[in-house]
């Protein structure tokens, strides 16, 4: 049965061959193998250049076989925004995690999002601080326990869960938003379509497409990752529903 | 023979002209006075109609500089402009390219400080845009224009170093050059590079899409491996003894027998260059040497001097920063002072004889 | 009447042994095993192969992407 003819999943050549430095059952790899299918179905490997963070997914660009830009903390969205528009004809993506764009980086995704940017952002959410070691991420939810919150996330002293994807669907410089997830097939599947469908839209002059991934940090969250799956249904979702919030 | 072209133009509006007629790509930046003419002109002249430049108000200057290492990295010529405390935001993305090894332009208009300090000119950045601003062991390629026209030279020129040496370049200016009316002669017109020119000088770095042919191109500043880290440094430090051999640009005036010596760059210099003339009037043996490049640093020119001098005089709108480097380079073989006006004020040619005066009178 | 028969191929030096494809599985046909591979995680293997429909689903969700997926009808 193991032949060529027969094959119906493999690894794709745009993942490098490197072993990815995430945790066990972490959801960064998921979603670096889904921008990898994708660009590789789109045949566009030689047209992409990759904004990566700071964050656990710095060395996104260790992983993906494709030119890359490792960004400050937060600016990412300013690295791509002068990367596309002095070449329009790339396929440019920022890939940021919670703390990178939904705090220190908030101005830079505002306002690229707004101006309208013909760039993709990949944003995982996983409510922690995941490469510092498990503290309060902007999106930590209310009574989450962290390094920074060790008694739970405290309203009255670190304010609310931002939900920034929401802000951003209201900018009208964005085309599309949404809010997927990578737990099982089915939902991994739909991540893949919606990063495709990111990827068209930026060559297609329509503006900023946003794609949050709401993601498990199984090392930061101290569970299994088949129970971080779980915990992630039943408290990450309720606050980070799922679904498109804008498709223009 | 090509015509001469001639303006008379503010310092800022230069250069934005400078910076389309040597085919620049992009320009990012965010107001900030006494310097934002220089976008205002670039958006005048609307050269993303005839160039195809990119021109773009950032969010902030954290943004335009890093906007700038977006496409520094494409091996697109972006430039940036600001003043002081815009320049204190930049420091993170300064860093950055410097470690990242791109090459772009950055302007810096100086005003007074510390904090929000004065819109008036000022040379309190010195010590900023020399000996890092940012974090870690890194430097700028630092020009110190003294002059409108030096203004719209030295952003050809900073391109030039820039991309020769994968590196930024600041233009270090001050509110008095910027904001001050001169006769230009401008710069020929230089077409934009194309993608097929970017590819074959610089497609050995540049991050633009990874053909098959090739490894992926990364532009970072991160390696987690210190034995790897401390030969990346150590490469910087070769890079920079380069620089300080091939580009170090100073001016001398009147030094042939000088016996007091005026150090000044920029306004100051131009200042001094009066001063000079006053001095020599009244007898007094002043010449003046003006750093072109403040990094690298003329200390060998100094140093050369220093043999036929009784006493050395900085003058700089500062407390007293590139009189340290003076120092180092006179090395405490005859007395070097310090004389400056601060916040913003100027020195007057006389002041300045006066300080000269005091000097001689003292050693 | 055609059936659907698959197996699966784990890079098993590169799987973390997370575990989250064993749910995705319809057929419960793979497992964490009680072996160790060089890192010292307890790999993903076939527990049940001829259970196996070549879904693909494992490979779907494996975050390290160790799984390569063949499928075969047979008559």
Known sequence: ?248 | MEKREYKLLKGNEVIAIAAIRCGCDGYFGYPITPQSEVMETLMELKPWETTGMVVLQAESEVASINMLYGGAATGKKVFTSSSSPGISLMAEGLTYLAGAELPCLIVNVVRGGPGLGTIQPAQSDYFQATKGGGHGDYRLIVLAPASVQEMNDFVDLGFELAFKYRNPVMILSDGMIGQMMEKVELSPEKPRWTNEEIEKKYGSWIVKGKPSTRERHIATSLELDSAKQEKFNQKLVAKYAEVTKNETRYEKIMCDDAEYLIVAYGSSARISQKTIELAREKGIKLGLLRPVTLFPYPSKAIQELTPQLKCVLAVEMSTGQMVEDVRLAVNGKIPVEHYGRVGGMIPSPEEVLNAVENLIERK | MAKIKGTIVVDVEKCKGCGVCVPSCPTKTIALGREVNGKGYNYMQMVNPDTCTGCTNCATVCPDTVITVYRVKVE
Request: proline letters at 5%.
């Open chain 1, 1 to 248: 049965m193991i032949k060529p003819e027969n094959l119906v999943y493999s690894r794709t050549k745009v993942l490098t061959e490197n072993i990815m430095h995430y945790c066990p059952g972490c959801s960064h790899g998921t979603v670096h193998k889904l921008i990898a299918e994708v660009i590789d179905e789109m045949g566009i490997q030689d047209k992409t250049i990759g904004v990566s963070p700071v964050g656990c997914g710095v060395f996104a660009y260790n992983y993906l076989d494709i030119d890359w830009l490792e960004a400050a903390h937060g600016r990412a969205p300013a690295l791509a925004t002068a990367a596309k528009r002095l070449n329009p004809d790339r396929y440019v993506f920022t890939y940021q995690g919670d703390g990178d764009l939904a705090s220190i980086g908030t101005a830079e995704i505002m306002h690229a999002c707004n101006r309208g940017e013909n760039i993709v952002v990949i944003f995982i959410n996983n409510a922690i601080y995941g490469m510092t070691g498990g503290q309060m991420a902007p999106t930590t939810l209310i009574g989450q326990v962290t390094a920074t919150t060790p008694y739970g996330r405290n309203v009255e002293l670190n304010g609310y869960p931002l939900k920034i994807t929401e802000l951003i669907a209201q900018l009208p410089g964005t085309c599309y938003v949404t809010r997927q997830t990578v737990y099982n097939p089915v939902t991994v599947r739909k991540t893949k379509r919606a990063i495709r469908k990111a990827f068209e839209n930026s060559m297609m002059k329509k503006g900023t497409s946003f794609v949050e991934v709401v993601g498990t940090c199984s090392s930061g969250w101290k569970l299994t990752p088949v129970d971080a799956n779980q915990w992630m249904i039943d408290n990450m979702f309720p606050e980070y529903p799922l679904g498109d919030m804008k498709d223009i």
